[in-house]
């Protein structure tokens, strides 16, 4: 269970760029739940996440992980159990390395104490094709490619594995399909799916489809100036149609929709 | 023609541990590490200074571990501080400069008269005849190469590694970047430090300047033997270049001391020339090509 407790973050405080990013917010986040996130640039979705992640610490509030204070930990620390991806397919990556020599980096997560000095065995060699061959991309057959050669669609694939090769906590997907083709955005988003409900992964993802954002998990936020405006869980969620989603946001925004990365189609 | 052959093989052995230095800073970390002409003099200085106490081994151990000492400072302030990598570097580069004065005992220079180093101790094993001193630097270069080779497919290599290819993704799999930043720059400094100590038991002397743009000539020749070897493919090969890179600039070198083809006063521009060019290549490729199209199409 994750419970964000009164966490604000203001950037360039005291200057005339000054921005309340995080307002006060508040999030209890149960087990199991996959929950979408809407809302407008500069809503605050990404500073909630690296708030979440460690990227900086919060000004105030504190955050909770499986009862674990870890409002004071650092990034690093954090991702051993909280996993992330981002809209760039290519930051989750390390271009000039094999995809066995990525997926070993990830699978350091696994912390099986000071091992620093061994190499990637023939278990962990094959666990890796294992996994890789339920992407169904044939990555499986070019372990030792780099990674920079290859699509978008295969790295974030990649990059989706290496984040729940050991089964984090809490994932965090940010717009992780927005910057793929349509057929690999599909592909990614089939993966993600099946990914989270083999390993019950507690999932926050952002996303600007509308309609994507009601199909997808058990529970929908909505958030605006660093707070969460609108909550709506399974039940609720049924009985809200993308109109009445459409017309809460133009309020939330305050502003008339100039936004056009919203998308209302399919 | 022996004789320039052997002091090329002797020297390039020595010398390609500062261009596998150079290699982990550089390329696999992407950081300029300006410490490595501080460090060399460091490494030179405790290895004769020990040498003249007595302890030519201990001497060796003794600067590869000033080496790391060295690294950590540059590491530590640019990965705690928030020091800029290259300003780490020199601020370092600076104060070692009189840490190596201090550890040649307030001279500046100190040669070894009477007393062993590990060259005449390895002299009387036999082993290699006249060529002893290209032996022993050669295994110990061959060594380095070897241990860097693995060290860098082990987890904490890779770490290393990737460190320097994507920094996100580091943190992303629970390492401390700065963690891995530290140890690289420790084991590229040790390097350069034992680069040194094999360099001052050899020609049985320190000199306070000797480090003198070792950094510039280290680039030289990792972007001689990578342009030689083809490329960046793989971390074996990129190492053997180092070496290579290194065995055909003191080829050139001593061919060039030999004839004075070109003056030798000269030298140091034309390194700086040839390393300036080698970066860059790629940039001057790429601005040649638009022109020419541009010519033809307009």
């Known amino acids: 269970m994750l419970v964000i407790d009164h966490v604000s973050k203001v950037f360039n405080p005291g200057t005339i760029n000054e921005k309340k990013a995080l307002d006060k917010l508040c999030l209890t986040v149960n087990d199991g739940d996959f929950i979408t996130i809407l809302g407008s640039n500069g809503a605050g979705k990404s500073t909630l996440f690296n708030a979440i992640a460690g990227v900086f610490l919060a000004d105030e509030g504190k955050i909770v992980l499986d009862d674990v204070n870890i409002t004071f930990d650092p990034d690093y620390k954090r991702s051993k159990y909280i996993g992330r991806l981002f809209q760039d397919p290519l930051k989750g990556t390390a271009p000039h390395m094999t995809i066995r020599e990525n997926l070993a980096l990830a699978y350091l997560r696994a912390g099986r104490g000071f091992d620093s000095f061994s190499r990637i065995s023939k278990k962990d060699e094959e666990m890796f094709r294992e996994a890789l061959k339920k992407l169904d991309m044939g990555l499986e057959d070019r372990m030792h490619t780099q990674v920079g050669t290859l699509s978008g669609g295969q790295r974030q694939a990649l990059t989706l594995l290496m984040a729940t090769i050991v089964p984090p906590k809490l994932l965090l997907l940010d717009e992780h399909t927005a910057a793929l083709d349509p057929a690999a955005a599909e592909k990614v988003t089939q993966l993600t799916k099946e990914i989270v409900a083999r390993n019950h992964t507690t999932c926050l993802m952002i996303t600007h489809n509308l309609h994507q954002a009601l199909q997808t998990g058990n529970r929908t936020l909505m958030m605006a100036d660093g707070n969460i405006i609108l909550d709506l869980n399974d039940e609720e969620r049924k009985n809200t149609s993308v109109d009445e989603l459409l017309r809460r946001f133009k309020e939330g925004a305050k502003t008339e929709l100039s936004d056009d990365r919203i998308l209302l189609s399919e | ?298």
């Open chain 2, 1 to 298: 023609m022996q004789q320039i052959i052997q002091t090329a093989l002797l020297l390039g052995c020595i010398y390609s541990l500062v261009t596998l230095a150079l290699f982990i800073s550089y390329r696999v970390l992407d950081i300029a590490d300006l410490t490595t002409d501080g460090c060399f003099v460091l490494g030179m200085a405790v290895s004769v200074s020990l040498a003249r106490a007595g302890h030519p081994v201990l001497a060796v151990f003794g600067a590869m571990l000033a080496g790391c000492g060295a690294g950590f400072i540059t590491a530590f302030l640019q990965t705690r501080l928030g020091v800029p990598s290259i300003l780490a570097g020199i601020v370092t580069n600076t104060g070692l400069y009189t840490v190596n004065l201090m550890a040649m005992g307030w001279s500046s220079n100190l040669t070894l008269l009477k007393q062993e180093t590990i060259y005449t101790m390895f002299r009387f094993t036999g082993i290699g005849g006249t060529w002893y001193q290209v032996v022993l630097s050669a295994a110990a270069a061959l060594l380095c190469m070897a241990a860097v080779r693995w060290f860098m497919s082990t987890r904490l290599g890779l770490s290393i590694r990737a460190t320097g290819d994507n920094r996100d993704m580091v943190s992303a799999s629970s390492i401390n970047p700065k963690f891995t930043v530290t140890v690289g720059l420790m084991a590229a400094n040790m390097m350069t430090g034992l680069s040194g100590a094999l360099a001052g038991q050899m020609q049985k002397s320190a000199d306070i300047n000797a480090g003198n743009s070792i950094v510039v000539i280290g680039l030289a020749c990792l972007i001689i033997g990578e342009t030689v070897m083809q490329g960046r493919k793989s971390i074996g090969r990129n190492i053997l270049a180092c070496l290579l890179g290194n065995i055909i600039y003191r080829m050139i070198y001593a061919i060039i001391l030999q004839t004075r083809f070109i003056p030798i006063e000269c030298l140091k521009l034309m390194t700086a020339v040839i390393v300036a060019l080698a970066i860059a290549a790629p940039s001057m490729k790429e601005q040649a090509g638009v022109w020419m199209r541009a010519r033809k199409e307009i």
